[in-house]
């Protein structure tokens, strides 16, 4: 069940947090698209399982161009999803259960179709003319610079109306709000108030490092490719992006939200930063005290699975964030689902789903669970004429898009579409993943989603693992090893990040004694820790 930690104001500092897709989650009403009533009738698996809280993804009104990454109404639950009435039902389902609810707030830019928008661009002297961030063309009509889109060329577009470009860090379809004007930035915090007046427990904020953009539109110089987090298929990975986001002005406002959050006993923001080289400095700044509570970067949603490359960000990261407070993830529903990432043998995935669990959950921070991780689901191979994602549609076929880790969830092997939808889904569900439902696995006390269950219950059981600090104890040879403490509790956790044996030598001055209840199958003999290929151990040093 869940951890139960509802009565704690930082109930969140360690806490495990299930994303919740809710397009592909479970369907209600047999349109083929998951909706809020769904989501509420599956919030007992993910309470099960042993979550402390949810991450519910976009659920506003919409056009849908980015599935629902492009509010047209902040307000207001979008048809597709259902009611204001039944957000109020799943959040009080969600409380009765014992799991915190988050809510994405995607406030850094709107969809065109936002009353606000169309305002804005009607002409230059309106009462909204300047909530968006417009700019001349150069004499040559060309972009005011040189900045670029995440979906794929410009990051500007004219408007004939208003002859000017307006900026649009992603789709065309998702202008850039202007933080810049204390209107907007006192908007957005009026559209957080109401969803914490209605009983929400914080927020996932989206894209938290584009609020603000350069107010003096100076070009991007060029950078390596290999720096950025983008795939080099992707033009945005040829520019070092010093003023299209991550400007100082963030901080005044990130303070201003902290403010606001402070009303509210517990309310918790976890913010998403995409800032390449600059990620953990940025998150050093954005979880200082009076700001957001967490914030996590794309060091592991992207990066392989090595014991030295886990053994530097964690390093990199503690050394830079001395005050705040990590979140982790290695799926999410933006990227590649982590069993396919790190390795290419199917016969292994179980094995990198049980270790990649253990392994998040021993890392300082709280971490996020993606829907379906539990299964150890394997990103879903998807046809051109099946996608919908308009980011995979363009980079096709060297970027595939978000759509293969988006398909519907699958609950029950021996139903239509696995449970998910009467009807046909908006993405075909997988037939590999059916072998893996949830049905399938209910009483398979071996399976991957017994593991994750168990895992969970035994890190709960242990507050260092929870709460405590970390040190890197080796990092080499495909090792990884993590000591956590918290005031008397010492564990020692050692892992295989190969798929081949191997022993970590335990450091002189160091014993270790065997402790029960993980779940991970090493061994412990003779002062040296034996682990088969993708295996872990933990243990308590005395």
Known sequence: ??????????????????????????????????????????????????????????????????????????????????????????????????????????????????????????????????????????????????????????????????????????????????????????????????????GVDGFRLDTL????????????????????????????????????????????????MGRLLAEYPGATALGEVVAGPQTHATIAAYTEPGRVQMCYGFDFLNGPLSASFFAERIRRFESAVTNGWPCWSFSNHDRTRHVSRWTGDPADRDAVARLSLALLGSMRGSMCIYQGEELGLPEAELAFEDLQ??????????????????????????????????????LPVSPAHLLLAVSAQADDATGVMAFYSN????????????????????GENGMLALRRRLEDEDLVCVFNLSARPAEWAVPDGLSLAPVEGHGLTGTLQDGKVGLGPWQGLIAAAV
């Not at 402390?52 to 629902?68: R, T, V």
């Not at 709107?110 to 230059?124: I, K, L, N, T, V």
């Not at 980011?391 to 029950?412: H, L, Q």
């Open 209 to 256: 490092n584009f609020y603000f953009h350069d107010a003096q539109l100076r070009d991007n110089p060029p950078a390596d490719p290999a720096t950025c987090e983008e795939p080099p298929s992707n033009p945005y990975a040829y520019q070092d992006h010093l003023y299209d986001k991550t400007q100082p002005e963030n901080l005044d406002f990130l303070s201003d």
């Open 1 to 198: 069940m869940a951890s139960g930690t509802s009565g704690t104001a930082d109930w969140w500092r360690g806490a495990v947090i299930y994303q919740i897709y809710p397009r592909s989650f479970q369907d209600s009403n047999g349109d083929g698209v998951g909706d809020l009533a769904g989501a509420a009738r599956r919030l007992g698996h993910v309470a099960d399982l042993g979550a402390d809280a949810i991450w519910l993804s976009p659920f506003f009104a919409s056009p849908m161009k980015d599935f629902g990454y492009d509010v047209s109404d902040y307000r207001q639950v979008d048809p597709m999803f259902g009611s204001l009435d039944d957000f109020k039902h799943l959040l009080g389902e969600a409380h009765r259960l014992g799991l915190r609810v988050l809510i994405d707030q995607v406030i850094s830019h709107s969809s065109d179709q936002h009353p606000w928008f169309a305002e804005s661009r009607r002409d230059r002297d309106n009462p909204k003319a300047d909530w968006y961030v417009w700019a001349d063309p150069k004499p040559d009509g060309t972009p005011p610079n040189n900045w670029l889109s995440l979906f794929g060329g410009p990051a500007w577009q004219w408007d004939t109306r208003r002859g000017q470009y307006y900026l649009h860090n992603f789709l065309v379809e998702q202008p850039d709000l202007n933080f810049h004007n204390p209107e907007v930035r006192a908007a957005m915090l009026d559209v957080l108030r109401f969803w914490l007046d209605l």
């Open 455 to 474: 895992f969970l219950a035994f890190r709960r059981a242990h507050p260092a693992l929870v709460r405590g600090g970390i040190e890197v104890l080796g």
């Open 389 to 426: 994602d308009p980011y995979g549609i363009t980079f096709w076929p060297e970027g595939k898009g978000r759509d293969g880790c988006r398909t519907p969830m699958p609950w029950d092997a021996g139903a239509p579409n696995g449970g998910f939808s009467e009807a046909k889904p908006w």
